[in-house]
């Protein structure tokens, strides 16, 4: 089986953009930055302890960060545009 790295898919591609990231313990949400191969940058980042529903436009509990905040990329299971 071939593999075929795409350059700017994943996580590249959503630079700019507000996404979540569902990680082993936590769930982040923010404007993401930055990316290199261990982390991402978040800013205007957001910690979210309780979600309510997925697709109703707020979080139910979601806390600001102090500032600009790295995620360890190896803690994603997985990411996307929610909110």
Do not use: R
């Amino acid at each position: 089986m071939l593999v075929e790295e795409i350059k700017g898919e994943g996580l590249e591609k959503l630079i700019g953009k507000k996404i979540t990231l569902f990680c082993l313990n936590y769930i982040y949400t923010g404007l993401l930055k930055g990316v290199n191969t261990t982390c991402v940058l978040l800013s205007d980042a957001k910690i979210v302890y309780e979600t309510g529903e997925l697709n109703s436009g707020d979080w139910k509990d979601a806390q600001p960060l102090p500032n600009d905040w790295y995620v360890q990329v190896s803690a994603i299971e997985s990411f996307g545009i929610l909110k």
